[in-house]
């Protein structure tokens, strides 16, 4: 069920691939964008080691090579793949062939944030996606180029993010920061005034509080496996877009979630799942998909989905996970049928 939304979600926005697995994410870049750079004259030799397909001349891919430094980067290259070797560090000079580079991709490599010397990104002015999932990072790197629209540094070990890191990024969309070692502490003010930003992952962190000063136009905001207990009041009352939102594996109770922090009218999916509810939060009308899965709650109220119920009054949930909770259907009153006549699927065991 989570797939299904997640795909739509794809579909409109492609360039973004990604998937909700808790085992793990890697990021695959099946979509090599041939179309826009088939008709480019390439001026590049590729480095010897490294692969420069000829449908596709202004990328240059070194992955698997176990490289413990940069190859010779020719010019041309706009998108370079440096997956899965064993480079540590960035010289000063490795892309000064190379300024207009595009895609820098360093997935499952051993870098470290004191062995990326200089200004290195913020000179390549055209950069708009820089991957370095699976490495040593203890940072967020920077500084970072304002072209820049996707950045992932997921699976590393950055427990913080200087307050200024990220600042002026006017076209970064997507955030991918799922397994670190953040607290709330590490993130103060970091995304004010990313106004492009739709999806901030913070998955398998170390936040026990949600971050303050997100942009309010985001669309995903994924804090599942965190240790979050409580949502401020009013927390979510700025964002105007927020469709999905994600705090499963979290330690929230019924005391640290004030009446109508959930009753955001935007929202399309929120998952609750696996935390410590002994009742139903109260949900916008408009929500689709509703899953509370492993808490502890005990009751059914209907209230929680309909304020009243009429003619055009009703819930528009259509999978509503409840298994895994201390309910059975007995415990379903028989007024609820009105209220969620379009759930497809309501799941108690
Ligand atoms: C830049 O290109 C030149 C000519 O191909 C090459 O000799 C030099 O090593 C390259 N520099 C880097 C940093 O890759
Ligand atoms: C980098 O991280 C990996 C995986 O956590 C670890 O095995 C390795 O020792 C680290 N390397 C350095 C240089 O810290
Ligand atoms: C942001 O993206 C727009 C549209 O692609 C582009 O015209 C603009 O130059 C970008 N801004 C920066 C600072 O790169
Ligand atoms: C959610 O909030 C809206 C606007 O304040 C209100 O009209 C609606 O009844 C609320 N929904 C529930 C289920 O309480
Ligand atoms: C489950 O709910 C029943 C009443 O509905 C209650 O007697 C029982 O103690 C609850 N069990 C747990 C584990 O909360």
Redesign the pocket.
Known sequence: MHLNSFHLFLFLTSGIVCQYDYEGYYPFESDYGYAHSMLEPSTAVCAPECNCPITYPTAMYCDNLKLKSFPIIPSGIKYLYLRNNMIEGIDNNAFDNVTNLEWLILDHNYLENSKIKGNIFSKLKNLKKLHINYNNLTEVVGPLPSSLDDLQLTNNKISKISPSTLEGLVNLTVIHLQHNQLSEDGLSGVFKGLNSLLYLDLSFNKLSKLPSGLPPNILMLYFDNNQITNIPDEYFKKFQALQYLRLSHNKLTDSGIPGNVFNISTLIELDLSYNQLKSIPTVNEHLENYYLQVN?I??FVVSSFCKVVGVLAYSRITHLRLDAN?LTRA?LPQEMYNCLRMAADISLE
């Open positions: 502890q005990n009751k201390n415990d």
